[in-house]
């Protein structure tokens, strides 16, 4: 894999605070991106989730809050239950005028293992871009 960190950007026409509420708060997180039993902006706080491409191939998610400045950036780590590799995911956020961009950034992804195909780069580049550039967006639209 390619130790070039995933970059996706997406400008939104809402406030910084309401795309923070949006990446922060579990109910929110739901609605676009995954379903977590909790979730809290403290550093060392550690969440779970299942996810995966189909119903047969479903990973357990371990992740752990790194770093969190109110309304501007929220860091994870992000890994799999029972294989190696761990990464790193950012969401930075920055006012622009009446909008606001949100940064998202995944790197580490060469950490994780090559001969599994769900762990694929090309995976997390789709993945990402819906998530960042439709559901959210989405999500940000309509509350």
Known sequence: MSPNPI?????CE???EKIWQAITDK???????????????????????????AEDRQYLHICEIAEVLPNKKLTYTW????????TLVT????????QT??????????TFPADQPDFARENFV???????????KAYLEQN
């Not at 970059?7 to 400008?11: A, D, P």
């Not at 979730?39 to 491409?53: A, D, K, L, N």
């Not at 789709?126 to 959210?136: D, E, M, P, R, T």
């Open 79 to 86: 890994r799999y239950d029972g294989y190696p590799g761990t």
């Open 14 to 16: 809402v406030p910084v």
């Open 27 to 53: 109910n929110a997180m739901k609605q676009w991106y995954f379903d977590f039993q909790e979730f809290r902006t403290e550093i060392g706080f550690e969440f779970r989730f299942w996810g995966g491409p």
């Open 91 to 98: 969401f930075d956020l920055f006012q622009v005028a009446n």
């Open 7 to 11: 970059v996706v950007e997406q400008i």
């Open 101 to 110: 961009c949100v940064r998202l950034t995944h790197e580490g992804l060469e």
């Open 126 to 136: 789709k993945g990402w871009n819906w998530l960042i550039g439709n559901s959210l």
